[in-house]
């Protein structure tokens, strides 16, 4: 058992409305706790569930569903951070829960380390990206996730459990992707890498010919891509592969124009126009096509894989099996063309390799990843809706922090080894002291 907690815990407030990034989700906690240590985090789970409240911990909320949201007591991780341990025999390293991935990257650069892949933005703290199963694109290496090497949590009963694949082994095979309905981490350990250089290769691709190499794209890349603009015929395709170098990072005025000016400040402008007008965006969005050129840039891995992202959105993504990539796509752009729908925002495609995460949107099967997006406060339902029909008859599963509508019975169903994870989770939260109804609806009661 983790001891009493010696001293007042780190923070505790009355909480108000608590948002997400997205601006979709909403809620009211009880109130907002922000311990400052292990010891202080089993005292709040302790005190919660004595007075009859649910726990749940919230990073920095990117996520688009309803996964961080409580009327009971929100944990804040900000103070949980930092970097605990580098073994470099290992080739491990072990930090905070609350550690944001920026952080995390810029630590390992400057020990002269890397992650292997990662996902496309780096706000997110790691606890959060790993519970919601958050990913890039790779043909061999999968989901940061699926880069753990062990991870410590902090179960109902206030155990502190380390599990790796020789402790405790079933909580580790289940819950690298734990929705944080298993206990609150505190530490994760990745493994990771020498740092090595990736070469870009952005360019504009007619989408016929995407869907129609599709699988040749994705095979002869390490990491391959592609947006593709709704209302045209265009994409913008991106490969990743590792360099011998030299260097050759994107020069500061290119950069500052294709990353901020056109993908973050024009674009806010151009999806405010379509919000006020919805009728501007098909001849908008054959303009945004043309307006990224092809570009080739070598650099550190997290400088390649990540982007900023300023322009707020709502999103939904499943993965489907990886064969069936061009078909949906086709699929998706037939019921847009259809529609009456307006689409500003581009879709997103990527790939993971199958790996053995119990609830890995990849676990088992190769899978590709369509995300459709939606500027905030634009009307979104009917498009997704119209979207996840397409995506679940073609065995979909969804991602775990993005819009969805899939319940329990389904997703019991979409992923083998549902039964091993609720059975991990009745053991360890059997009085649901992390439950909400999010969980309630994805996991059963």
């Not at 944990?75 to 991935?101: F, K, N, S, Y």
């Not at 919601?132 to 996730?145: L, M, P, V």
């Not at 078909?327 to 259809?338: C, Q």
Request: proline letters at 7%.
């Amino acid at each position: 058992m983790v001891p009493a907690p010696r001293s007042a815990p780190g923070a505790a407030r009355p909480s108000g409305t608590w948002r997400n990034w997205g601006g979709n989700i909403t809620a009211r906690p009880a109130r907002e706790e922000s311990p400052a240590s292990v010891d202080e985090l089993a005292g709040v789970l302790r005190r919660a569930a004595e007075q009859g409240l649910t726990v749940k911990p919230a990073g920095t909320g990117h996520s688009f569903t309803a996964i961080s949201a409580t009327d009971g007591v929100l944990v804040r991780p900000q103070l949980l951070t930092g970097i605990r341990h580098i073994d470099r025999e290992a080739m491990t390293i072990t930090v905070e829960a609350g550690t944001p991935l920026k952080r995390l990257n810029a630590a390992l650069a400057r020990e002269g380390l890397s992650l292997t892949n990662m996902g496309d933005i780096m706000e997110q703290t790691v606890a959060g990206a790993v519970s919601t199963g958050t990913h890039g694109t790779g043909r061999d290496s999968g989901s940061i996730a699926a880069q753990m090497a062990g991870f410590e949590l902090i179960t109902a009963d206030g155990t502190l459990l380390r599990c790796t694949p020789e402790e405790n082994a079933d909580v580790f095979a289940a819950g690298r992707i734990g929705l944080g309905a298993l206990g609150v981490l505190t530490a994760l350990t990745f493994r990771v890498e020498p740092v090595f250089l990736l070469t870009a290769r952005e360019e504009p691709m007619p989408l016929d010919r995407v869907l129609a190499e599709y699988e040749q794209l994705v095979t002869e890349n390490e990491h391959f891509e592609f947006y593709w603009f709704p209302h045209t015929e265009s994409t913008n395709t991106k490969r990743n592969n590792r360099s011998q170098g030299p260097a050759r990072p994107v020069k500061k005025l290119s950069g500052w124009f294709e990353d901020e000016f056109l993908s973050n400040g024009l674009f806010q402008v151009v999806n405010s126009l379509g919000r006020a007008v919805p009728a501007t965006i098909p001849a908008v969005a054959r303009v945004s096509s043309r307006a990224l050129s092809a570009r080739t840039y070598t650099d550190i891995p997290y400088k390649v894989y990540t982007s900023p992202r300023r322009v707020r959105f709502v999103e939904m993504e499943y993965a489907v099996p990886r064969a069936e990539v061009p078909a949906v796509l086709r699929e998706l752009k037939a019921m847009i063309e259809r529609s009456r729908l307006r689409v500003s925002f581009p879709v997103e495609v990527r790939s993971a390799p199958a790996d053995d995460l119990a609830l890995s949107t990849a676990s088992g099967r190769d899978s590709g990843y369509i995300a459709v997006h939606m500027y905030r406060g634009t009307p979104y339902r009917e498009y997704f809706t119209a979207a996840e029909k397409i995506f679940t008859a073609h065995a979909g599963r969804p991602h775990w922090g993005k819009v969805h509508t899939r319940d329990a019975a389904y997703l019991s169903d979409a992923y083998p080894r549902f039964a091993e994870f609720t059975a991990v989770r009745d053991r360890l939260d059997p009085d649901r002291l992390f439950a909400n109804p999010y969980l309630r609806r994805v996991l059963g009661d």
